[in-house]
């Protein structure tokens, strides 16, 4: 009989294909190919693995024949077609436990950052000046501390910053009766009356996509510091630019931006706008190149749950009983 393949599209922790290869898959990879390569090939394989290199649309789909898993190495789902997908019979796995720690992590170096004046502090020391009363910083402890979506990454960085004693909120629209010893689940409307601080951790889909724009922004009622490790997208980058200029943003830490290509591997290379150009210089706002997931421990991480997810799929689907 004619051995199952799966098509490595994106790279990942080689420990994904070893645990593949021992339900008996053959794992393949082309790194050069493009999308339309893509294309001629995808009838021949069971399994795919992807990061963000390309979309799985309705195209290249409709032509996965033998099509029967598709494992995301992360967690967004935005470039794949899950619902056309499912309607097809193909089940859709992703990883968000394997890079949550990292994200919360990151979320928490960033606001210690902006708040302690850390990055320009550095420069200012390197640059031959001791500036220690214009560095003053701020506490973490007493601080509220808004989070927008409260999913994996969401709980993770609620977890960490339950050590210094800030007044942790949270908002998602697609969850309810998730108060625990992190956070206190409130309407949105409480977290714009109330925020220091907001960390934005919400998938990219219609009803996300530049939600964050000069009204979403005008309806704090205090100056607030801004996180975003979710998607650049999430963000109106013009308008937070505005925002930051007149003072109702204080600083901003940005570890993902709109300008990224759809594969997250680089900006776009068409000339950057000014609001691109201001953040680059604006000594209060804090870029990071979309790693707040992307450390040595959850490369493994993302890999071995994803593995774990499709051996689980598996076992199920030899029970008499799965359909």
Excluded at 240 to 257: H, N
Excluded at 260 to 267: I, K
């Amino acid at each position: 009989m004619e051995q199952k393949k799966v098509l490595f599209i994106d790279s990942a922790h080689p420990v994904l294909c070893q645990e593949l290869e021992s339900m008996a898959f053959v794992c393949e990879a082309f790194d050069h190919y493009t999308r339309e390569d893509y294309l001629k090939i995808i009838p021949e394989y069971t399994g795919i693995i992807i990061r963000s290199k390309i979309k799985l649309d309705q195209e290249i789909l409709e032509k996965a024949r033998s099509l029967e898993f598709i494992g995301r190495v992360g967690a967004g789902m935005e470039g794949i077609d899950v619902k056309f997908a499912k309607d097809r019979g193909i089940a859709c796995f992703n990883s968000p436990e394997g890079n949550r720690d990292a994200v919360g992590e990151h979320a928490l170096g960033l606001l210690l950052n902006l708040l302690n004046n850390l990055n320009r502090s550095d420069r200012q020391v390197r640059s031959g000046q001791w500036i220690r009363e214009g560095n003053r910083g701020l506490e973490v402890k007493n601080q509220t501390i808004g989070i927008i979506g409260y999913g994996n990454m969401g709980r993770a960085f609620a977890q960490r910053l339950k050590g210094f004693e800030a007044n942790v909120l949270g908002f998602d629209r697609y969850k309810f009766g998730y108060t625990d010893d992190f956070i206190a689940e409130c309407p949105m409307e409480q977290l714009f009356a109330e925020c220091d601080v907001v960390s934005l951790h919400v998938p990219l889909n219609k009803e996300t996509r530049f939600m964050v724009n000069s009204d979403y922004l005008s309806r704090f009622q205090k100056p607030i510091w801004f996180l975003n490790t979710a998607r650049g997208e999430c963000v109106k980058t013009d308008d937070l630019v505005a925002a930051l200029k007149s003072g109702k943003v204080l600083g901003a830490g940005l570890d993902v931006l709109e300008y990224e290509q759809t594969s997250f591997e680089a900006l776009r290379p068409e000339q950057m706008p000014d609001s691109f150009k201001y953040l680059q210089k604006a000594d209060n706002v804090i870029l990071t190149p979309h790693i707040a997931g992307w450390t040595v421990q959850s490369k493994y991480k993302l890999a071995q749950m994803l593995a774990d997810k499709i051996k689980n799929f598996y076992n199920e689907k030899s029970n008499p009983y799965f359909y």
